[in-house]
């Protein structure tokens, strides 16, 4: 993986900074939630047999999802290298891409292609380019699941500015790719008193063969 890159954004994910996100999100609790939350979220898809996620930190989606759907074929695109060695307990090396998103090119195509809270963390420079590699990996589904705003906006995160961007991610890429079509949607809010998540909403979409 490289060592220098292009954004700023990419250097605090593969530094400290992304190494102290694994510390705060990790656990069972979590795991369950997520599992309420796919279940919701691709109610929608017919038994997507393999998957990659963008961004998958430690896994703990990819977890999710394979209780949902023991058989599924799993890969991960992770730019922390403190990820990754939790992705290589969970997944085989060869499904394991240890880059920037910024960096990969998809070699094959996906039954189900989903991030989940990455997006609000890419520079908005080059979300055009992800949106385009999020639909080349497509081969079925793509599901976006992220904080939603009408209108870019940049918020301070964890005191840091220029890493936090809400806008219509879903919108914006449906704009791009037309023979993309939106299936379903909805909201997951924190103080869900079963399975809370972040305030996200998700978006599923189905590419037209």
């Known amino acids: 993986m490289k060592k220098e890159f292009v954004t700023e954004q990419e250097s605090f994910w593969a530094g400290e900074f992304g190494a ?3 510390e705060r ?3 069972s609790k979590l795991i369950a ?3 309420a939350f796919f279940c919701k979220a691709l109610r929608s898809a017919n038994n997507p047999n393999n998957c990659i996620e963008f961004g998958a ?3 703990l989606n990819l977890i999710a999802l394979k209780y949902l759907y023991p ?3 799993q890969y991960a695109i992770e730019i922390n290298p403190d990820a990754i060695e939790k992705l290589k307990q969970l997944l085989p090396l060869e499904h394991i891409f240890h880059i920037s998103i910024l960096d990969y090119s998809p070699t094959q195509q996906f039954d189900l ?3 989940k809270g990455v997006l609000i963390h890419i520079n908005p420079d080059y979300l055009v380019q992800v949106y385009r590699t999020l639909y080349q990996a497509t081969g079925r589904y793509l599901l976006m699941c992220e904080y939603y705003n009408p209108t870019p906006v940049r918020i301070p995160y964890r005191g840091h500015d220029e890493l936090l961007f809400k806008r219509d991610f879903c919108g914006e890429i449906l704009s791009l ?3 993309l079509t939106l299936i379903d949607y909805g909201f997951v809010y924190r103080h869900d008193p079963n399975h809370p998540q972040d305030d996200i ?3 599923l979409l189905e590419k037209r063969k």
Do not use: H, L
Request: hydrophobic share 30%.
């Open 20 to 22: 102290e996100y694994i």
């Open 25 to 27: 999100n990790q656990g």
């Open 33 to 35: 939630s997520n599992i």
């Open 57 to 59: 930190n430690i896994g």
């Open 71 to 73: 058989e599924q074929q």
């Open 113 to 115: 292609v989903f991030t």
């Open 177 to 179: 790719y037309p023979d």
């Open 201 to 203: 909403n998700w978006f």
